[in-house]
């Protein structure tokens, strides 16, 4: 299933997400509701990798800054938005200092999707601008087919590339986490090749 645009009566509103199929995923942005499938096992995989490789320094501070917020599909309300699920945010803490009790209503200064056959054009064409829109500083995308991660970041309004690494790439320092380098090749090594 790829991604679709459901018609609803009026503006969308976290009611209708309620009301999907189990195995829909749908997210309001701009108040349309958009549907994909869920996420893949390799998706889903190399999300809780990455997040594991940057959990330890910039969340919690061993060894590291500490002086993030990481979060794993979280649902943010901001920017007119009812409902979105970045694959990966993070929001600093000097920015926001409690993690939130219920749900994000404030736009992270990081967001990271993996493109997968179900959310690429998605991701690509509704989620990356939408994100531009909401003023997000930086915004990787990691090609799952290509095995590359894309850096980006936000100056006037517009995504500047700031670099594309690939899976030979083994350690990188990429914004926003460049007070260290990331294990970007040792990333890869547990998940299969597709080609």
Not at 48 to 62: I, Y
């Amino acid at each position: 299933m790829a991604y679709g645009k459901r018609e609803t009566e009026g503006v969308a509103t976290l009611a209708d997400i309620e009301a999907l199929p189990e195995g829909v995923v749908g997210e309001i942005i701009d108040g349309a509701l958009y549907t994909h499938a869920r996420p893949g096992g390799g998706h889903v995989y190399f999300g809780l990798r990455l997040f594991g490789e940057l959990d330890g320094p910039f969340q919690l501070g061993n060894p590291g800054p500490g002086d993030w917020w990481l979060m794993v599909e979280p649902g943010v309300q901001a920017g007119g938005s009812p409902e979105f699920i970045p694959d990966l945010a993070g929001w600093r803490r000097e920015r926001v200092a409690r993690l939130p009790e219920r749900q994000w209503t404030t736009e992270p200064d990081w967001v990271c999707e993996i493109l997968s056959p179900s959310t690429r054009a998605y991701d690509l064409r509704i989620k990356r601008p939408f994100y531009a829109r909401l003023g997000i500083k930086h915004l990787w995308l990691i090609d799952l087919d290509s095995r590359t991660l894309t850096v980006s970041e936000l100056r006037e309004g517009q995504w500047a590339e700031l670099g594309v690494y690939n899976e030979h790439d083994a350690l990188i320092r990429v914004p926003p986490f460049e007070d260290l380098e990331l294990r970007w090749g040792w990333l890869w090594r547990a998940l299969q090749r597709t080609d």
